[in-house]
């Protein structure tokens, strides 16, 4: 799988070089702490946040703290929490719903977790239910055999709400335990097609009191702070549980992360590192900062 570290490579080097001079300094100063806040509005970290971040690195120079350390704990701190999905505790069946504009991962985001349900002992089924193109429910079907998983699969021009329905009712009958459905991409502005994602909602509840039991939203990071904005919209929709966020190996702008909790108040499950279906890795706010700040490289 790939790693944090290079997975944010692009955001890093925006910065690295000032980074480095930065966190050489033994001691925080304030204008330390003013280069600190600038780098932070190039990563595409919101401006409320940077200047509550702001005050927050003032705080720990009045302390005379060591800018590394200071940084770090703050920036940890702005990201909160993150929630571990624990898939041993997911009802039987458990049933997840993703959501996104066009190609922000989504068909790809439900093959990996079809994978790690697998690997934590699970028998998942993917519910292709991009029924506006035939290849985009022949992509869903494609992971699906690769990676030896069951698949339901609509009819293309079909009803999408019917295929997620379909997919509970066939994962009872052949006792799959998790159904992961994948929805067609749309613009956050198209209020028909957001509609649409209701009926789809609405379908798995009524095949299963409960489902869908998360309702994600699938985010490319290469969007930035835009991927906030439909994030917002979906939520009107689809009342969201978490997010997903995509892409973050070919991101420069992974600073929005902070944006997602601090703006929206929905927690980030997964981040994806890469292509493939092992590129799906749990949020760890530790290790994204680690990684953003280089303390992993010696230098
Ligand atoms: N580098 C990288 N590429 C990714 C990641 N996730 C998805 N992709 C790529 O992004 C492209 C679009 O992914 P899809 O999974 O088809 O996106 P989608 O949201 O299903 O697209 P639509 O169904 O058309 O809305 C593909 O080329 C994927 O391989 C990731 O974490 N990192
Ligand atoms: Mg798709």
């Known amino acids: 799988m790939s790693s944090w570290f290079d997975s944010l490579k692009k955001t890093r080097s925006r910065f690295s070089s000032a980074w480095k001079e930065l966190f050489s300094s033994p001691r925080l100063d304030l204008a330390t702490v003013e280069e600190l806040t600038d780098l932070l509005i190039t990563a595409d970290v919101p401006l409320r ?16 703290e060591a800018p590394t350390d200071a940084f770090r704990r703050v920036l940890i701190q702005a990201l909160g929490k993150a929630p571990v999905l624990d898939w041993a505790s997911l009802p039987l069946p458990a049933a997840l719903l993703l959501v996104g504009i066009n190609g922000s991962g989504k068909t790809t985001t439900a093959a990996k977790l079809a994978r790690l349900a697998q690997q934590a002992g699970r028998k998942p089924l993917l519910g292709a239910a991009d029924t506006f193109r035939a290849a985009g429910a022949h992509q869903l079907k494609i992971w699906a055999d690769k990676i030896h998983c069951d698949a339901v699969v609509g009819a293309t021009g079909g009803d ?29 502005t ?4 957001m509609r649409e994602l209701q009926k789809v909602h609405l379908a798995m509840g009524k095949r299963l009191p409960g489902a ?4 994600w939203v699938v985010l490319d990071a290469m969007l930035g702070q835009n991927a906030v904005i439909q994030a917002r919209q979906f939520n009107e929709m689809t009342p969201l549980t978490g997010a997903v966020i995509t892409k973050l190996d070919g991101s420069s702008k992974a600073g929005f992360l902070f944006a997602i909790r601090q703006e929206l108040d929905i927690p980030i499950y997964f981040v994806g590192l890469g292509e493939g279906e092992e590129d799906l890795a749990p949020f760890e706010p530790e290790s994204f900062v680690d990684a953003l700040l280089q303390l992993d490289e010696a230098s």
């Open 190 to 193: 198209r209020e028909p097609l």
């Open 160 to 188: 999408a709400a019917a295929v997620a329905y379909d997919a509970i009712d066939a994962a009872i009958a052949r006792r799959c335990d998790t159904v992961i459905v994948d929805t067609a991409g749309r613009m956050h």
């Open 212 to 215: 869908p039991h998360h309702t």
């Open 49 to 64: 946040l940077v200047e509550e971040l702001s005050r927050k690195l003032e705080q720990a120079a009045s302390r005379h």
